[in-house]
């Protein structure tokens, strides 16, 4: 049982470039969500997907956009990267009740120069 | 806006102790309150949700309370072990499923 699976797990780009972090899930979960982690200001959501087919903004969404393709997989693309975004990404999931806890994959380390 | 706070931001035991993590909240109109545990380099696992209307969740070695009226939760940790070494956060929700963390408490249990 996978769970939530984030590729890739390293990557550095330059200032300007882009890229698309990726995130599956087989728990049949239908709400999604991105988070960064940086030191000291802990995990903040930048944006979040309650079903398919629906994207919402969370905290921090600016020099980001999401894609909720299917029920499985959902991607969080960096359109032009600054240093200001080089943190640990984390996809989650979740059933979507008010009360079903996250699951968590192992993160994407992204380094902007 | 909520805030969440996690005091001690670290913690170094020697195995077998009980301990006690502490986490606070500034709205006290919550639904839930997550604790999630982080090693090194993985992402977060859920280890107790305690709904609004419980007092208490428990996993094993593992107890979690919740005080809405006070702001409050803690997480206690019964015998600890070397692998118990980690760092705790906690998270509660604003609006639906949004989930707000506190930066967590690293412990390490010592052998």
């Known amino acids: 049982n996978a769970g939530v699976t984030q590729t890739p797990k390293f990557q550095v780009l330059k200032t300007g470039q882009s890229m698309t972090l990726q995130c599956a899930q087989d728990?049949?979960?239908?709400?999604m969500y991105w988070y960064r982690q940086d030191p000291g200001m802990g995990l903040r959501l930048i944006y979040y997907?309650?079903?398919?087919?629906?994207?919402d903004k969370g905290e921090v969404p600016n020099g980001y956009n999401v894609s909720r393709l299917n029920k499985r997989e959902f991607s969080l693309r960096l359109e032009s990267a600054a240093p200001s975004q080089t943190s640990v990404y984390f996809c989650?999931?979740?059933?979507?009740?008010?009360?079903?806890?996250?699951?968590f994959g192992n993160g994407t380390r992204l380094t902007v120069t | 806006k909520q805030e969440v706070t996690q005091i001690p931001a670290a913690l170094s035991v020697p195995e077998g102790e009980n301990l006690v993590l502490n986490c606070s909240f500034t709205?006290?109109?919550?639904?839930?309150l997550q604790w999630f545990r982080q090693d090194p380099g993985k992402g977060l696992t859920s280890l107790l949700l305690i709904q609004s209307s419980q007092r208490e969740q428990t996993s094993g070695r593992l107890n979690a309370s919740l005080d809405k009226s006070s702001g409050r939760s803690t997480l206690y940790i019964a015998a600890s072990q070397p692998g118990d070494s980690a760092t705790y956060l906690c998270?509660?929700?604003?609006?639906?499923?949004?989930?707000?963390f506190g930066t967590g408490t690293r412990l390490l249990v010592s052998p």
């Open positions: 997907s309650a079903s398919e087919g629906t994207t």
């Open positions: 709205d006290s109109a919550i639904y839930n």
């Open positions: 998270a509660v929700p604003t609006g639906f499923q949004k989930l707000v």
């Open positions: 728990m049949n979960h239908n709400s």
């Open positions: 989650a999931s979740s059933l979507g009740t008010g009360n079903s806890p996250l699951h």
